[in-house]
């Protein structure tokens, strides 16, 4: 059904869409291709929230050259009026003659409204090229647009014997300059990067992306912090940062929470949960109906194992350092003691990277809770 040219131009779409990686939250990342024969004559790609898709930029770069022309975009054209108009009433003025889709859109709102529309005006449609890519590109906008919740990746660093910190706590640094400049993207292409008290008091972190090569038209990952006891102190760096910092308590504490809102975060009290901090669940929640696509925990081995144990993590992103800490230093995750292997949380490895002197390994947790 699709040429190899074809899949040419949709690898030069997810090209473009992926420019966007930094800037288009809450909105999907999508890019477009307009082609004349064998010839692109347009190109877009969704740079920011709020402002024109890859659609009418594309369109707009093309002019009167997309009448008839075939367009390549990795997300069906959206059918509503929002912030910016539909961009499939921009198509059907053009009179594009073809249009190729890698995905469908999640969002409720469309979901293959836009596609019919295009087709009941007379352009043929045709999707499902490179959808694999496509999905991934936007894998935490698809589940909060399905299942109400971000996709949440947990980010660790460890030795090769799974330590993250000597007995004594210190753990600065275990992986090397490539692997944290690495991190700075993560949190980027992040909505939020999310941790807990414990961090906060023993690090005193930041949680900000500081890498000058990094374009984020302005924006910073939101903060979260999870401190069910709101013990988090009003000096805490993050709080003299730009962008916000939420911090998650499951006490009403006035006096606590209005030092903390004094110094500019803002406060939610929610459930506690079973493990006696926050509701894991409800705070996914929440930062979903907010807009949050995709969080970053960068936490301990306690926090962080609270969230492999509900099951709640979509992927590991694991730094591996080459050393050796030994027993006694403290492991990368805290988990229940197993009696059978069948109980062990699923995963899948999908790549594996040397940064610097570190191995990198991205794997897809299996089993989540959705």
């Not at 024109?52 to 009167?64: F, K, R, S, V, Y």
């Not at 970053?296 to 509900?310: I, K, M, N, S």
Request: hydrophobic share 45%; charged share 20%; with cysteine.
């Amino acid at each position: 059904m699709f040429t190899e040219f074809d899949q040419q131009m949709m690898r030069r779409a997810l090209h473009l869409a992926a420019l966007g990686r930094y800037t288009t939250h809450p909105n999907p990342r999508v890019g477009c291709v307009i082609v004349q024969g064998e010839h692109i004559v347009g190109e877009g790609w969704h740079r920011k929230w709020g402002e024109l898709h890859a659609e009418p930029l594309a369109l707009a770069a093309a002019d009167t050259a997309a009448r008839g022309a075939t367009v390549y975009v990795t997300l069906e054209p959206h059918s509503y009026h929002g912030r910016t108009p539909p961009c499939t009433d921009a198509l059907i003025r053009a009179g594009v003659g073809r249009v190729i889709c890698a995905a469908l859109d999640a969002n409720p709102q469309v979901q293959g409204a836009g596609v019919r529309q295009l087709q009941a005006a007379g352009i043929d449609v045709q999707c499902g090229l490179l959808a694999a890519e496509a999905h991934e590109l936007n894998a935490g906008f698809e589940k909060r647009m399905r299942h109400g919740m971000p996709r949440v990746i947990v980010k660790l660093a460890a030795s090769l014997d799974g330590r993250v910190a000597l007995a004594n706590g210190a753990s600065q640094w275990i992986t090397g300059p490539a692997a944290r400049s690495d991190v700075q993207q993560l949190r980027a292409a992040a909505s939020a990067v999310l941790t807990g008290i414990e961090t906060v008091l023993h690090d005193d972190p930041r949680l900000t992306v500081r890498d000058p090569a990094l374009d984020l038209a302005g924006r910073q990952p939101l903060r979260v912090v999870l401190d069910s006891r709101l013990r988090m102190p009003a000096g805490a760096r993050m709080l003299g940062e730009p962008g916000e910092t939420w911090v998650f308590g499951a006490t009403a504490e006035q006096d606590k929470a209005a030092a903390l809102r004094a110094r500019g975060a803002i406060v939610h009290v929610v459930r506690a949960g079973n493990s006696g901090g926050v509701d894991l669940t409800q705070v996914l929640q929440q930062l979903a109906q907010q807009g949050c696509n995709d969080v970053l925990v960068e936490a301990g081995p306690t926090l962080a194992g609270q969230f492999f144990q509900q099951r709640l993590v979509d992927e590991l992103i694991l730094y591996l350092a080459p050393m050796l800490l030994g027993p006694q230093a403290r492991p990368m995750l805290q988990l229940p003691m197993l009696q059978q292997l069948e109980a062990a949380p699923g995963l899948q490895l999908q790549c594996s990277e040397q940064i610097g002197q570190d191995l990198k390994l991205i794997l897809k947790c299996l089993g989540n809770a959705g």
